[in-house]
């Protein structure tokens, strides 16, 4: 699978937010498969993909 490129709008919004947006502790990110695998996060609050976004390993998409 080709890499995705980002673009420069979103690589400057992630870093404000990663900057205005409380540290979140990922737990057990070690036991993230490495081949493809879908990830249901808690969505009760706003707070689950938006840690997802910032807090997951970088080859990780939301």
Known sequence: MTEKKKSVVFVVIRA??????????VENAEKIPECNAVLVGNHCLMNGPISAELYLPENCYT
Do not use: D, Q, R
């Not at 404000?16 to 502790?25: N, Q, R």
């Open 16 to 25: 404000a937010v990663k900057l205005l947006y409380p540290v979140i502790k």
